[in-house]
T-cell receptor, first 114, second 113 residues
Framework: NAGVMQNPRHLVRRRGQEARLRCSPMKGHSHVYWYRQLPEEGLKFMVYLQKENIIDESGMPKERFSAEFPKEGPSILRIQQVVRGDSAAYFC????????????FGPGTRLTVT | DQQVKQNSPSLSVQEGRISILNCDYTNSMFDYFLWYKKYPAEGPTFLIS?????DKNEDGRFTVFLNKSAKHLSLHIVPSQPGDSAVYFCAASVGGSQGNLIFGKGTKLSVKP
């Protein structure tokens, strides 16, 4: 049973470019969460999605960041016009139901903005 | 304001001894607590959890204790093994419609042979 998959594992972008991070949840999981980890910090919640729905985006910056989880295909976290402060590790997690508290994490995408 | 605090950034323990990792929280609405283990360049791996209606949960070498009155939980690893060396994150959740986990900053555990 494949775990949560994220790609790319490493992404380098120049300031002003767009970054697209992909996440495929575990088989049978329909709930996806995105977290960001800055150096020496814990993981910070960004957004919680179900298929075709954003359930909670209270942790998302108001500008430049968006997320989707279409009916078919992976969940996408999109960062437009990246700045150096966006450099971080971005983790995706999934769970089978909302009632399941345990979330299973992917390996992360390390974004570096130069 | 940090709702989940891990006040020890690092802990060093001898192989075979007990490791005790601590976590404090401020939000009395949290009803579920989890511990994750993370190796460098990997995602967090779920380790063990506890509901707020319990005060102890055990799984093999890992035991989590919850003291609701003190808003404190701890993870005990016994006996500690060198492979346990990793960063351990405490996380908490409010039930209902909220799905997000709130994480502490982590404690780096080093188990020396």
């Amino acid at each position: 049973n494949a775990g949560v998959m994220q790609n790319p594992r490493h992404l380098v972008r120049r300031r002003g470019q767009e970054a697209r991070l992909r996440c495929s949840p575990m088989k049978g999981h329909s709930h996806v969460y995105w977290y960001r980890q800055l150096p020496e910090e814990g993981l910070k919640f960004m957004v919680y999605l179900q298929k075709e729905n954003i359930i909670d985006e209270s942790g998302m910056p108001k500008e430049r960041f968006s997320a989707e989880f279409p009916k078919e295909g992976p969940s996408i976290l999109r960062i437009q016009q990246v700045v150096r402060g966006d450099s971080a590790a971005y983790f995706c997690a999934s769970s089978p139901t909302r009632a399941t508290y345990e979330q299973y994490f992917g390996p992360g995408t390390r974004l570096t903005v130069t | 304001d940090q709702q989940v605090k891990q006040n020890s950034p690092s802990l060093s323990v001898q192989e075979g001894r007990i490791s005790i990792l601590n976590c404090d929280y401020t939000n009395s609405m949290f009803d579920y607590f989890l511990w994750y283990k993370k190796y460098p360049a990997e995602g967090p791996t779920f380790l063990i959890s506890i509901s707020s209606i319990k005060d102890k949960n055990e799984d093999g070498r890992f035991t989590v204790f919850l003291n609701k009155s003190a808003k404190h939980l701890s993870l005990h690893i016994v006996p500690s093994q060198p492979g346990d060396s990793a960063v351990y994150f405490c996380a908490a959740s409010v039930g209902g419609s909220q799905g997000n986990l709130i994480f502490g900053k982590g404690t780096k555990l080093s188990v020396k042979p």
